[in-house]
């Protein structure tokens, strides 16, 4: 579906290197072009169009030292630029000379709090969810550095919203208070949520009362002649407020965490996926009745450190089975995505297959990269920033300062 000419093109925002504040595609121009056309659910992820660029936005966020490295007394060899620049300063021996440089969308600093991280990076993809597209938000970084709290954080209450708390919740937060402002714009809608959890290319349904069962995905061709991906016997509640929302939030993280207290490296190698579709029921300035519906992935990946490795120690770590293959696999797809690839793998792991409809063609996504300041974690902090740089354009690459 391509917007009527000489209305501004919505896809216009999708650049290589899209700033997360200068969206050029306001929600507001996107929801009147649509209230022009008189169909019923036009599917945003039909809208593809093969001049776009995939619109994906990477920032940084780096925590401050943890008591562990503290007492360590493990130097500080991340910097940035402010509390919300653009660059990453990375200290890689004793001479600022061979300090590397990173650049981003938005880099935060420890200084930042849970509430700037909505601010800047998730209100403006919320926005892009209620005007009809698919978005996703990964938190990837090695274990410790915060993607859980990133994601989740404090889940203990709602009324009134903890300083901790999370991704998750400010948006089921935020939805609702912008759900509930829409009336005078005559849109009745319904929000559902589900949660579930991917560990060895396994599916598991955390809202689910008999949560070890195994869904399983399968591909359904629609009515367009697209195949969309569907997953078996996945639990989708209507919420009708936040309140709701968060105690799905919370009853499936307590399941994660005792299946996590009986196997030991679950909660590093699995990855989670809550997912809230927001469908709203609109009226077209020709008085016809069609339903919008968007959606928003947040996913908290598997620790980073989870993936590649070169040479022999790849090729030990195969065998052992150890390489989180949807890991590998995310990473490859974006990089197809970002680099305009014929063929995009999605097929090859669980967590892509999962995620297709919301990667590529009309769709947004970020990725929050999240690092730990000490040197005593250096060598996963190259590796995590590496694969967020590759992920903003790969055809760029970092500065070194020699
Ligand atoms: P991960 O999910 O990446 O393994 P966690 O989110 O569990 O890491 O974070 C590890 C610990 O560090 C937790 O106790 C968490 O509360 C704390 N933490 C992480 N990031 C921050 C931050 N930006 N500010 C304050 N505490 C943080
Ligand atoms: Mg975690």
Redesign the pocket.
Known sequence: MRPPSGRPAANRAHTATPTLTGRASPAGSIASTRARTPKRNPPPEMASDATQETNINVVV?C??R?DREVRENSGVVVSTDGIKGKNVDLSMGPSALSNKTYNFDKVFS?A?DQHMIFDEVVAPILDEVLSGFNCTIF?Y??????????MS?DISDMFPIPD?AGIIPRVLHSLFNKLGDDESEKIENSVKCSFIELYNEELRDLLSADDSVKLKIFDEANKNGRSTTLVQGMEEFHIKDASKGIRLLREGSHKRQVAATKCNDL??RSHTVFTVTVYMKRTSETGEDYVSAGKLNLV?LA?SENIQRSGAENKRAAEAGVINKSLLTLGRVINALVDKASHIPYRESKLTRLLQDSLGGRTKTCIIA?LSPAKSNLEETISTLDYAFRAKNIRNKPQVNQ
Request: avoid cysteine.
């Open positions: 966020r925590r401050g943890n420890p930042a938190a970084g090695q274990t410790g550095t915060g993607k859980t709290y990133t954080g901790a909660s590093s908290d620790g999240t």
